[in-house]
């Protein structure tokens, strides 16, 4: 019994994402995807309340807190600014620590990537085609 509460607990909490997230703008949905997905494949320790997380769990506290967040969340700037940088509970700065480095702000660390995806990072580039040469007439003499 309580295995099926938590699986339909599940159901509604992804259908509830779902429904939250169509709220916003599409491009803005993307940019928000891209950066919690570089945050889930980070090389990098996350620390939230003197607290230190690998990757994979603090991509899902973000997603949480943007689910939470609803329709307040606009843009990626308001998922930067207020869900992904600070703790509601204490207001502490969450911080990341990539291998071998120091700590830093994640908003510092967001914006960073988000430079990137504006670059061409997070667009899907197709190849330009090569063009077929035209084939040259064979001399008739």
């Known amino acids: 019994m309580r295995a099926r509460r938590a699986a339909w607990a599940s159901v509604l909490f992804a259908i509830c994402a779902a429904a939250s997230a169509a709220t916003r703008p599409a491009a803005e949905q993307k940019r928000i995807d891209w950066l919690i997905d570089k945050v889930r ?13 690998p990757a994979g769990k603090a991509a899902s506290h973000l997603k949480f807190k943007l ?13 930067i600014e207020g869900v992904a940088s600070h703790s509601e509970e204490t207001g502490r700065v969450y911080l990341i620590r990539e291998a071998g480095g120091k700590p830093q702000p994640m908003k510092d660390w967001l914006y960073a990537r988000l430079k ?23 001399p008739t003499h």
């Open 41 to 53: 494949h980070a090389n990098a320790v996350f620390i939230r309340n003197d607290a230190e997380h």
């Open 67 to 79: 689910f939470m967040a609803g329709k307040r969340v606009q843009t990626v700037r308001d998922f």
């Open 116 to 138: 990137e995806y504006d670059r061409g990072a997070g667009v899907a580039t197709t190849p330009t085609p090569t063009p077929t040469p035209t084939p040259m007439p064979t």
